[in-house]
């Protein structure tokens, strides 16, 4: 008999179908991170359509098709010594107001089966009745099947003592109080409790007087919205603890992996900044060439010794002394010793960044229990010389300006003859070249001013010529390198970032559904 309703609680029923339908699209999207949750939405959906329900359970032999049979005043659900309900079963006694009793097996049922279908239809109950028998008054296992009733699906219980026929009445009253003292403890609310006989009748009146008043129409309707709603808060739960454990085991694998990222990063910087020493060293080197050129260019470009060189003819062997100034300085053999420390502090760097990420990595798979495999790392073999030789040479390739000039001076004849040949064309040969290109342009006494600026702009751009190639070659290889752990890296990182933006919509969601599903069950005590 469907129940009748007002228009109070019909809305009540709309607003429970909605945050069933709310729930079925959080599990939807839920699916992609947790694909073993299933939930059976249509049966909450036919939950609220269904008559209104009371679900029998208990151990077999306990009497629960005895009393089925007794409520309905014939025999209409087998009994038997062995568990004889096969599948739920529903009945609809008469005289009852329309209530549909449902048998099931027995929850301690010896074929696994049974005990599996009872506890699958629980969900869907509105009611429970709890049936006992007086020859094992809530066992152990009855215990934990109404703690796991009360905790995990909230439903209104009833609690029947059958088979008092077997005993006299002072033994009923002790087994009474038993059972009381041990409902106290196992639920959170004390239920209704009938000692009766299913056999003989005793006590049969009372109890469905009971069900009579108790389950009024207005009683049927708070529990017949209730049911759907408590077990949807029970796969929100389930839904919350595993999605918590998600995030919290996602926000970890991605800490790893971004501390990976940020070491690397932090050895870079501190790379660069001792790559400020080496910058340093190379400014000193041509510092120093710069100064000691300057010396050379006032004392040789004065007007009296310009004039005294024109009146003795004195060759000025300006050549002679720029090469030994030059020399001196040993800016070449400076410079490749700078090239070699360098290039040594760098494969060092490169291997300890390697050996961190490595570890750093493999700590990652260890805790989280991931199937990301560490990458095996190329880290190509470079003989610090050879390495520090090839960068210099890719530094003299573009200083071809100082031979043109060195040619002209060669040519004009201004500051002596200069020979020039792919065997004396080293970095000594650059810095003559280049001074007397701007010597030769520029070797008026009053002039030199301007001309040892020149000078030193064509020095500090060969400066930053040979700085910049050292550091640009020394961060490609490191960067070759490193990019093997980017490749792996970034990729886990947007995935883990991906599935955390998931949890968080998911417990965003679950969390709205939740503060509604409790809003309508406080609209629902209301009625």
């Not at 796969?235 to 690397?264: A, G, H, P, V, W």
């Not at 933006?501 to 609209?523: C, F, G, M, P, V």
Request: proline content about 2%; glycine content about 4%.
């Amino acid at each position: 008999m469907p129940l009748t309703i007002s228009t109070e609680q019909q809305q009540l029923f709309d607003r429970s179908l909605k945050t069933i339908e709310k729930v079925e699209g959080l599990f939807v999207e839920a699916k992609e991170l947790f694909p073993e949750f299933n939930l059976d939405i249509n049966a909450f959906k036919q939950q609220l359509s269904n008559p209104f329900s009371i679900f029998i359970c208990g151990e077999f032999n306990a009497g629960k098709s005895s009393l089925l049979n007794r409520l309905n005043n014939q025999e209409i659900a087998t009994v038997g010594f062995l568990p004889t309900t096969k599948s739920i079963e529903s009945y609809n006694p008469e005289g009852l107001g329309g209530l549909v009793f449902i048998d099931s097996p027995g929850i301690n049922s010896i074929i696994e089966q049974h005990q599996e279908l009872t506890e699958s239809y629980l969900q869907q109950a509105d009611i429970i009745l709890f049936v006992t028998s007086i020859e094992r008054p809530l066992s152990k296992s009855e215990q934990d099947f109404l703690a796991i009733v009360d905790r995990t699906w909230d439903r209104k219980i009833i609690v029947v003592i059958n088979k008092i026929d077997l005993i006299d009445e002072r033994q009923i009253e002790e087994v009474i109080k038993f059972v009381n003292n041990g409902l106290k403890v196992i639920l959170a609310e004390m239920p209704p409790v009938f000692a009766l006989s299913a056999e003989t009748g005793t006590g049969m009146d009372e109890f469905k007087n009971f069900l009579l008043a108790f389950l009024a129409e207005s009683e049927k309707v708070k529990l017949k919205l209730r049911g759907p709603q408590s077990s949807l808060l029970v796969y929100l739960d389930k839904l919350q603890q595993k999605n918590q454990e998600l995030q919290n085991k996602l926000q970890t694998e991605k800490t790893l992996f971004d501390r990976t990222s940020k070491r690397i990063e932090e050895r870079l910087e501190e790379y660069n900044l001792l790559f400020g020493l080496f910058k340093d060293n190379i400014e000193d080197l041509f510092t120093a060439l710069i100064q000691g050129v300057n010396e050379l260019i006032d004392s040789n470009t004065s007007f009296f010794t310009v004039l005294k060189r024109k009146f003795t003819k004195e060759e000025d062997l300006l050549e002679e002394r720029l090469a030994k100034t030059i020399k001196d300085i040993q800016l070449d053999k400076n410079l490749q010793e700078i090239f070699k420390e360098a290039t040594f502090t760098f494969l060092k760097y490169r291997e300890r960044i390697v050996r961190e990420a490595k570890e750093d990595l493999e700590t990652a798979v260890t805790i989280t229990e991931d199937s990301f495999i560490v990458p095996a790392v190329n880290a190509e073999s470079l003989e610090v010389e050879q390495l520090a030789e090839r960068i210099k040479a890719a530094a003299e390739m573009g200083l071809d300006r100082f031979v043109k000039l060195g040619i002209t001076a060669a040519a004009t004849g201004v500051g002596g003859q200069i020979l020039f040949s792919t065997a004396s064309v080293d970095l000594t040969a650059f810095a003559v070249a280049g001074f007397f290109g701007l010597l030769g342009l520029n070797a008026i006494p009053n002039e030199r001013k301007k001309a040892k600026e020149e000078l030193e702009i064509n020095f500090r751009n060969l400066q930053e010529n040979y700085t910049k190639t050292l550091k640009d070659t020394l961060a490609a290889e490191l960067n070759k390198c490193l990019q093997q752990f980017a490749d792996i890296i970034r990729p886990k990182q947007e995935e883990l970032e991906n599935q955390i933006n998931i949890t968080k919509s998911i417990q965003q969601q679950e969390e709205a559904i939740r503060t509604e599903i409790q809003t309508l069950l406080t609209d629902v005590e209301k009625l």
